[in-house]
C-alpha cells in the first residue's frame, strides 16, 4: 500500500516536472532567473530531459526488482513441461556407448 502510494506521488511529481513544473525547478531549485526566448526553451528542455531520464532510470529499477523469482524447475523436466503443469513421459534413450570398454584388438 505505501509503496503503490509512493509510486503514484512519483509519477505525478514527474508528470509536473515535465509539464510545467520544469520552469519552476529551473528558477528555484536551479537558480537560473532571466532567461527568454530560445534560451528559455533550451533550459527548460534541458531541464525535461533530466527528470525524462530519472524517470526512465526509476522505471528500469522497479521493473528488474518487481519480477518475481522462478520457481525451480525439478531435475529432468523440461522447462515447456514444467511450466505446463504436466508430467513429462519416460522416453528410451539409446544406451551410452562411449562410456563402454571396446574388445581389445589382436
Known amino acids: 500500500m505505501v509503496?503503490?502510494?509512493?509510486a503514484a506521488v512519483l509519477v505525478a511529481a514527474i508528470g509536473w516536472l515535465?509539464?510545467?513544473?520544469?520552469?519552476?525547478?529551473?528558477e528555484h531549485v536551479d537558480g537560473v532567473t532571466g532567461l527568454t526566448g530560445e534560451k528559455l526553451a533550451a533550459a527548460v528542455d534541458a531541464v525535461r530531459?533530466?527528470?525524462?531520464?530519472?524517470?526512465t532510470g526509476l522505471a528500469a529499477l522497479a521493473a528488474v526488482f518487481s519480477?518475481?523469482?522462478a520457481t525451480p524447475t525439478p531435475p529432468g523436466t523440461p522447462s515447456s513441461l514444467a511450466s505446463a503443469?504436466?508430467?513429462?513421459t519416460a522416453t528410451a534413450?539409446?544406451?551410452n556407448n562411449s562410456a563402454t570398454p571396446k574388445p581389445p584388438s589382436d
Open 3 to 6: 509503496v503503490t502510494l509512493a
Open 18 to 26: 515535465l509539464g510545467p513544473g520544469a520552469s519552476w525547478w529551473l
Open 49 to 55: 530531459g533530466c527528470a525524462l531520464a530519472v524517470a
Open 67 to 69: 519480477v518475481p523469482p
Open 85 to 88: 503443469g504436466t508430467t513429462p
Open 93 to 95: 534413450r539409446p544406451p
